[in-house]
């Protein structure tokens, strides 16, 4: 399960990467709010991760800020793209709370495996 996890983790980073610096025509819109669709992707990336790479309960919160920080750096190099603050506070925020929540869950888990 967790190899699983591994591979949607990364599949989702590479979604928010290709959704990110591709054309703004190119990314969908789901209607839900642009801050709402941010924070849904990235808590699943965040949460896929920590499921994924759950020994790696340190540096990842560090992996997601740093990835979050990237992701709206490199969009001031695409043309029609912008970077924002509120963008990466919401993703940032985010990815580190899908991956605290999927420790959580593990911790949960493991404490009733053990009974």
């Known amino acids: 399960m967790q190899r699983f996890f591994q591979i949607v983790a990364w599949l989702l980073a590479l979604t928010i990467v290709a959704l990110s610096i591709g054309p703004p025509t190119s990314r969908p819109v789901t209607g839900a709010g642009h801050n709402l669709e941010h924070f849904a992707i990235f808590v699943a990336t965040g949460a896929a991760f920590g499921f994924g790479y759950p020994r790696r309960v340190f540096i990842l919160p560090i992996a997601m800020l740093a990835f979050s920080a990237v992701i709206e750096l490199a969009q001031l190099m695409v043309p029609g793209r912008h970077a924002r603050l509120s963008d990466f506070l919401t ?25």
């Open 91 to 115: 993703d940032a925020t985010a990815a580190c709370l899908g991956v605290f929540v999927s420790l959580l869950v593990i911790k949960i888990a493991a404490s009733k495996s053990m009974r």
